[in-house]
């Protein structure tokens, strides 16, 4: 056995491995591996071996090592009087958030990850799954870059470095031939060549939206405008002063904001919370838009949700997010479900379908 550690020893020696100090050789592994946050010695003053204990990872899983610093405030003293974290490093309890009852759930798959997992799945009995080490590389993250070191949705063979967030998220919520039962691939919702979509890949195609609040415009023209948005801009912690990202929220849809999509519910600014965080509210129920958007909103006695003509993400279709949920609305005694937008801008248009027991076959406004 000695004889044989001596050979391994040499050859590692040989390799260069052993040619530096220990101290040399944490530095060496800082530049070249822990590239990021958990690099800094302020931060994690035994770097590696904050998270690299033993069989911690293996025995607690992976979310559990995270939760060490990423949790509540006694994982972190202990980490702290263990010497692992240092006293200038301000975390918030992520784990707090997954607890919440929409979430991404990290605590359900371990071991099926796999660092060079090719992303999106291409096999429909692929394994699915989520970790950390899916959105944030443990290496190479930073606080001001959540996705730094990660690659983005994979084309061919090619697979580049993520630079917007909808690439982080594409990777599992676009083209996976996995998707579960009722999923949708996003994707293809925002594809810049549909009619209509929320700005998250590119600016927006419609140009006459005059509910946005500011500083939203469709295009800029003045300093401080914004045109585009992220995933995270609806999708996050429902605690406005908690962690940033889509973690866990107690809204249904992982959103930060509630947003109602059922029928028949009275209207108010909480029911469409979400929607009025970006479109003025005294603009949709004054029918500057629409000049029928109160009534289908109030209603009498009780309206209808936004998601009934709208869907949030994008439209293939139609014009401003035109889409109308099936589970409402049906087609005409003869078959037809149809928007009509008549020009451009004009606020004007019809719709050929059956709501409420109401036939539209056309009701022009």
């Known amino acids: 056995m000695k004889k044989l550690v001596l050979i391994l020893l040499a050859g590692f020696v040989g390799g260069g491995l052993l040619l530096l100090s220990p101290a040399d050789a944490m530095r060496n592994v800082g530049r070249t591996v822990l590239d990021g946050a958990h690099g800094d010695r302020q931060l994690l003053p035994r770097t590696c071996r904050a998270c690299h204990r033993g069989m911690a990872m293996a025995i607690r899983g992976e979310e559990e090592v995270c939760y060490a610093c990423h949790g509540s ?21 992520i784990a707090r958030e997954f607890r919440k009852p929409y979430r991404h759930p990290v605590e359900k798959s371990r071991g099926v990850h796999h660092p060079q997992e090719r992303l999106p ?58 998707l579960p039962i009722g999923s949708t691939n996003k994707h293809a919702e925002f594809k810049q060549t549909n009619r209509s979509y929320h700005p998250v890949e590119a600016e927006g195609r419609n140009l006459y939206v005059i509910s946005l609040l500011p500083p939203y415009n469709e295009r800029k023209e003045n300093p401080g405008d914004v045109t585009r948005m992220t995933c995270s801009d609806c999708h996050g912690s429902d605690d406005a002063s908690g962690p940033q990202g889509p973690h866990g929220s107690n809204y249904a849809g992982l959103l930060r904001l509630n947003y109602d999509t059922s029928d028949e519910r009275p209207e108010s600014r909480y029911a469409y919370e979400l929607c009025y965080r970006c479109h003025d509210r005294t603009s949709i129920l004054s029918n500057e838009s629409f000049p029928y958007h109160a009534l289908h909103i109030r209603g009498n ?41 008549t020009g451009i801008g004009t606020r004007h248009g019809s719709c050929l379908l059956n709501c409420h027991g109401v036939e539209h076959n056309p009701m022009s406004y």
């Open 73 to 93: 405030q006694d994982e972190r003293d202990k980490m702290r009087r263990a010497g692992l974290l240092g006293d200038g490093a301000r975390l918030d309890n």
């Open 121 to 178: 799945e291409e096999q429909v009995n692929a394994a699915r799954h989520v970790e950390c080490v899916d959105c944030h590389h443990p290496h190479q993250v930073d606080r001001d870059q959540p996705f730094r070191g990660m690659v983005g949705k994979r084309v061919g063979n090619f697979q580049g470095a993520i630079e917007n967030e909808y690439e982080l998220c594409y990777r599992c919520h676009a083209e996976s031939a996995n």
């Open 301 to 341: 006695p009780a309206g209808t949700s936004c998601h009934t003509c709208h869907d949030a993400h994008g439209s293939s279709k139609y014009q401003y997010l035109i889409r109308f949920n099936e589970e409402v609305v049906s087609p005409t005694a003869d078959g037809k479900l149809e928007f009509k937008a």
